[in-house]
Each structure stands twice: as C-alpha cells, then as structure tokens.
C-alpha cells in the first residue's frame, strides 16, 4: 500500500527536535519549515538529559584562543583548526542568543553568569542552566519559542524512515506517524537526530539513539568522517536505571575524586586526575571494574552538605538508587555518551548528497576530532544551527517529481545488537572482535528487519574501528596500543563499509534498494 502524501509546498524539513533541530527552526523563521519529532516533542530528546553547559570564553581571563588550544588538545590530533576556532569565536553570542530566547543561566549574585569547570579545560567557561539540568531548560525555552512561531509546522509522533534521491538529490522522505504512513516531497532535508548511545547496554542516550540520522544518510548515499570515535564518560551512575543517570564532569569540576571500593584513588598518578580527558579517565575506570573492583565518586570532602544545592538534578537521581551524595560516595561506571564521528559535512553543514545537511551530534563537523572536550557539544549544535539555516535558506527550492515508492521500512529496534556491540565497540577494542561483530552485522543490515538499520550503523562503525590500527583519543585497541605519528582522518559511505565487510570473508545480500 502506497504511502499518502502529505503536500508541504516544498518547505525543508528538519528531523529531530532536540537542540540542534529546534535552533535550525528558529533560524529559518519566517521561512515556512517542518520540524519532524519522533516522540512528542521534548520526550526522549537526547538534549534534555545533557547536564552539563555551553563552553564559552567569558571569563576575564580567558579568550577563544585558549578555548581553541584545549579542544585542539583533547582532539588528539584530529580537529579541523579551521572550523574550531570559527565555533569557539562565534560561542559566546550564542550564549547571549540563548539569554534573549529565554534560557534562565546560572549566574552569580552580581548578575554574571556562574562558570563552571570540566575536564581538560584550563579556565571555567562552562554555562549551565538551572544547576545540572542545563539541557532540559534549553529545550524548554526552546520549545517555548518554537510553539510561538507560526512558520515552523511541528509534526509530534513521526519517525522518518528513508530519504527518498533522484539523481543523486534529495527529493523527498517517507515517515510514519499517527495516521500511517506518509510521503512528503522537498528537496531540503536537515538531519538533527542526535548520537549512537542506543547501540550499547551502557548508555547515558535514550534507547531509540541508535544512530537514526546515519542510517538515513547511509540509504541515501552520503559519505561518513572519523565514525570509530565514541565517547564514553567514565561516570555514569551505576544502579539499573536506564538510560544511565549522568554524574555530571561538573562534580569532578568541584573537587570530585574517583576512588575504587578501598578508598584508593587510582588517577592520583595521571596527568590532570580527575580532571584529564575524558577517553583517559574512562579506560581508567573500565580498567579498574575489568579488574573487579568498584568505583565511586567521592564528594564528601569537596561538597559534602553542599552537594544537594549545587547538584539538585543529580542528587534526586542519587536519593533514587538509595544513595546519599553529601555522605556516601557515588557508584560509577562508564557509559555511551557522545559520537564525535558522523556525516561528513562542510562549514555550512552540507553533505555530500546535495540537498541534505546535518547539526549537531549526527554531524562531524571537524570540532571534536579524536575525543570531545567537555560541554563543546551543546556549543556546537547552537553555533552551527545558525549556518545550517543560512546555507538551507539560500538554497532554492527544487520541483521534484511524483514520489512513488511504497517501501516502507519497519520500526527500527536495536535492542537485539546490544550485547554484539557493546563488546567490540567499546572502551577497549580488538581486531578479532571486530571481525567477530561484522560477521554478525553484515547480513543483518541486508535484510529489511527491526534491527537492519541498526546494524547499518554498527557495521560502518566496525568498519572503520578496524580500519583505524593505531589507538588516538577514544578508540583505543589492545591490539595496536600505539598511536601514529599522522593523524589521518576516515571517510567512508554504506557501499564502501559493505565491500570491506565482504572482504573479510562473508558475502552479502544485496540490501534492498528502497527507491
């Protein structure tokens, strides 16, 4: 049964309301543009979870010149120099952008804003909003915003499912929504879908993260940047709770330290403690649970009594496990976080299949190179939203021709590749792990299953995982501890990580061709 087609007069559409999406909205208004949300709106965004801020230079002593050089530094090697300084300078008016759409900062009692501490960054320059829930009141205000302007169209409830391409140009997508299936013709497509965290059983993401916007930019042809670096953080709190509560960096910020179940703290030794990039504390915490210790983060000293004031979000999380952060020390574990890879996009946010951009997590925009550094995240799905609706305005809607495909893949579920992917993909890695999991993969994501597009994802990233014989910020292999003199960054598209899959020995189905 052919899908119904659902007449949006060309206008672009945007798919996925979490920060990214909704500033991309903002900044195309009034052109007319529809936003697509798979939940209802606010539910289940990966951006409401974030509790850490925005970095930005705005202390007296501190200037993007130093902001540049810290996220050159945790970027192993990796980061395009180009594209961070132009985000780091453009941060701190989208601080005051934020301030007049009506996010409430943090400030001090002489009305500045407060500035936090994070890992690896040699000046406090993080923002936050209302404590450690700095996400959930962007997305707040934001929303807020975006239910006032009448050219943005919210469609609650629907999940795109393939990007439809003629001629190698964006022409139109299928989505299903509450009425079924539909098809909607534009030639503008903003993918702002968020991270991978829903791969892994260990994530601070919503479940349904499994990297959507990669799995409809790798249908549609596009080609992919430095997809093997995966963030974990090293302190996620460790109860049954998913997806995974975060022990915000903010609290190591504060004096925080990480000590195993005898009270020894085992970063004392290492460059920055505590507060040493993130791909180092959490290979350091993973070690220590390998070798079947616990772990806990210890505010008792730092903040003691203070902790509940300073950290209200985190100690209600706490108070739910059955632990008390102003006298017990925290039980943590690393968890999925943040993909620094993704499409592969230009200074406007352009892929390489014309008519479709990427913002935010989905992107790699050439910021975060090898390891993210702390609260740059946000930042950059603020900054780069602006240019993303630049560059979409400024390109002409294009007349397509009648959608007629009536192929509509089912609802993606990841829930059966967890396990699969969670041990080759991890914190430590191995080459025959590696190959292990794409021989699983690979005919998984040739088939038209719950869990094809899911495996799509974990294929490329499993692929270029293998690729990648050196050890650089977050992929770190047993097998090849080394780190190479060059820093190389991958590329790669769904074609190319199929061929390098069957070249390790499995043939594969041909993956249906959807259009």
């Known amino acids: 049964m052919s899908p119904e087609t659902l007449e949006i007069g ?9 920060i990214a999406g909704l500033m991309t909205a903002l900044h195309l208004a009034p052109e007319p543009v529809v936003l697509l949300s798979g939940p209802s709106l606010a539910r289940q965004a ?37 594209t961070v300084r132009r985000i780091v300078e453009a941060a701190p008016e989208a601080i005051e952008k934020l301030g007049r759409l009506g996010v409430a900062f943090d400030r001090d009692p002489d009305g500045a804003l407060r500035l936090g501490l994070e890992a690896a960054h040699s000046h406090r320059r993080i ?67 968020g991270g991978i965290g829903g791969l892994f059983c260990d994530t601070t993401n919503p479940p349904a993260a499994f990297g959507h916007g990669l799995a409809l930019a790798a249908s549609a042809g596009a080609e992919f940047a430095d997809l093997e670096f995966v963030q974990f953080h090293p302190t996620a709190l460790d109860a049954s709770r998913r997806p995974m509560p975060l022990v915000s960096e903010a609290v190591r910020g504060e004096g925080a330290m990480l000590i195993n179940e005898r009270g020894e703290r085992f970063l004392a030794d290492t460059p920055g403690g505590e507060l040493a990039p993130r791909d180092v504390v959490a290979r350091a915490v993973w070690q220590q649970l390998s070798a079947g210790h616990r772990v806990f983060l210890d505010a008792r000293q730092c903040l003691g009594p203070r902790f509940g004031k300073r950290f209200p979000a985190i100690t209600r999380l706490c108070r739910q496990a059955g632990v008390d952060p102003a006298s017990e020390p925290i039980p943590v574990r690393p968890a999925a976080h943040y993909h620094m890879g993704g499409v592969a996009v230009d200074a406007a946010g352009r892929s390489s299949v014309e008519g479709l951009w990427a913002c935010g997590e989905v992107a790699c925009t050439g910021l975060h190179g090898a390891n993210r550094l702390a609260s740059n995240s946000l930042t950059e799905a603020v900054v780069t939203a602006a240019w993303v609706a630049e560059s979409v305005a400024d390109a002409a809607p294009r007349q397509c021709r009648r959608l007629l495909s009536s192929f509509v893949p089912p609802r993606p579920d990841p829930s059966c590749l967890r396990s699969v992917v969670s041990q080759a993909l991890g914190i430590i ?48 292999r047993s097998d090849f501890p080394g780190r ?11 074609a190319t990580a199929v061929q390098a899959a069957v070249a390790l020995g499995w043939r594969a189905p041909t993956r249906k061709q959807l259009i």
């Open 127 to 193: 923002v936050h909003a209302a404590g450690d829930a700095t996400g959930r009141e962007l997305v707040r205000a934001l929303i807020a915003t975006v239910r006032r302007t009448a050219s943005i169209t919210v469609l609650e409830n629907t999940q795109a499912r393939r990007l439809i391409v003629e001629d190698g140009r964006i022409a139109g997508l299928l989505a299903v929504g509450a009425r079924g299936a539909v098809a909607m013709s534009t030639s503008r497509v903003v993918l702002a879908t």
């Open 484 to 494: 190479e003199a060059d820093a190389c960054p991958s590329r790669l598209t769904l």
């Open 429 to 476: 890695r191995d080459g025959e792990t590696l190959r292990e999991a794409a021989a699983v993969l690979l005919p998984i994501g040739a088939g038209n299953t719950a869990a094809s597009d899911p495996a799509v994802v974990a294929l490329m990233i499993a692929i270029t995982a293998l690729r990648r014989e050196e050890s650089r910020g977050s992929h770190y």
């Open 46 to 82: 990966s951006s409401t979870f974030a509790q850490g801020g925005l970095a930005a230079s705005l202390g007296a002593d501190d200037s993007p010149h130093m902001h540049l050089a810290d996220t050159l530094a945790a970027g192993d090697g990796l980061c395009e120099e180009v």
């Open 10 to 18: 060309g206008a672009p559409v945007i798919i996925g309301a979490g």
